[in-house]
Structures are given as C-alpha cells and as structure tokens.
C-alpha cells in the first residue's frame, strides 16, 4: 500500500497538536490546584484551555487536521491572557516589594506550562499535518 496517496497518514505536525491538547488538559488542571483556592484564579481562563482541548479532539474526529492546530493555539492564547489578566496584582505587588516573599516556584512552573502550551500550538499551525 502506498502510504503517500493515503490522507489518513499523519504527519510530525498532527502528533505535535496532540502534544499541544494533552499538555493544556495538563496546564488547565496544574493551574485549577495550583490557584483554584485564590483570588489570583480565573475561571475563564482554565474553562476556555479545556475547550479548547475538547473542540481540538473533536476537529481531529471529523478530519478537520487542518483547523485543529488553530483551535488549540487560539485557545490556549486566549487562556493564557485570561491567566495574565487573573494574576496581574499578584504580579505587581510581588514587582513593588508589597509582598516581600517573591515570585513562588508555582508561579514559574505555571506560566513556563501555559507560554508552552501555546507555543507548541503554534509550531503545530505551520506544520503539515497529514501526507499530502
């Protein structure tokens, strides 16, 4: 069989999607435990990169490989600005010397989670994603 005509033969570029939806069902949920209990949390941001995994999944169920990247790389953007938006007085009081403990490691490992998710979704935007 030659697997060049086939369409169903994925490419580098629909693995690498499906990193981007697994690594935001992960980013979603380390950020609910790690600021779920705070007022730094934003609803709309865990909500919005879920849906994002969820409405990426069921694009690759209808062989829509070519939207899909876009879906979790829009989301997961707009997540992680909802993420910027939540967090800013934490942000600034930290930078002002308000709160004088600094930046928690949670901060970094939540943030380095979010930046790569949405980075890995873009990558996956400019890579083919089945043969053609």
């Known amino acids: 069989m030659n697997t060049t005509s086939n369409p169903a033969v994925k490419k580098t570029g629909f693995k690498v999607t499906l990193a981007a939806v697994l690594l935001a069902v992960v980013t979603s949920i380390v950020y609910m435990v790690i600021w ?3 007022r730094y949390y934003s609803d709309l941001s865990f909500y919005i990169m879920l849906a994002g995994a969820v409405i990426t999944l069921i694009c690759i169920v209808l062989r829509q490989y070519k939207t899909a990247p876009v879906i979790i790389f829009a989301f997961s ?3 992680f600005l909802f993420f910027v938006y939540g967090i800013y007085f934490f942000i600034s009081s930290v930078a002002t010397g308000i709160q004088f403990s600094g930046f928690p490691p949670e901060f970094f490992v939540t943030v380095v989670l979010f930046v ?5 979704g873009l990558v ?4 083919p ?3 053609e």
């Open 36 to 38: 779920g209990k705070t």
């Open 129 to 131: 994603q089945t043969e």
């Open 77 to 79: 953007f707009i997540s």
């Open 124 to 127: 996956a935007v400019f890579m």
């Open 116 to 120: 790569a998710t949405f980075v890995l």
